[in-house]
């Protein structure tokens, strides 16, 4: 079993920056490929940026250039850098993670933390 606990949400301004955590209570932590997602209100739950178990990362076109993913195996942790920050980021954040032993069939949820960008 994994568990995931997000940290960092927040308000922000336009064009501001947040670091988002996510630390995983788990010994598995290597073999977990992480990925970070969205839900804004009223809309289906969106990914915004993967990093693998090798450290190799993707990040979706909405966030590219703004947004990077980044993972520590000696903290359990993964990172999601935020900056120029938009209102269209405004969204609950998820962090997910699935393990490549069962080919990412056992996967885990955080609770969320939400994230609002407005002047």
């Known amino acids: 079993q994994v568990q995931l606990v997000e940290s960092g949400g927040g308000s922000v301004q336009p064009g501001g920056s947040l670091r988002l955590s996510c630390k995983a209570s788990?010994?598995?932590?290597?073999?977990?490929?992480m990925r970070w997602y969205r839900q804004a209100p009223g809309k289906t739950r969106e990914v915004v940026a993967t990093v693998n178990a090798g450290g190799g990362t993707n990040v979706e076109d909405s966030v590219k250039g703004r947004f990077t993913i980044s993972r520590d195996n000696s903290k359990s942790t993964v990172y999601l850098q935020m900056n120029s920050l938009e209102p269209d980021d405004t969204a609950v954040y998820f962090c997910?993670?699935?393990?490549?032993?069962?080919?990412?069939?056992?996967?885990?949820w955080g609770q969320g933390t939400q994230v609002t960008v407005s002047s």
């Open positions: 997910n993670a699935a393990d490549i032993r069962t080919a990412l069939r056992d996967n885990y």
């Open positions: 788990t010994g598995i932590f290597a073999f977990l490929v």
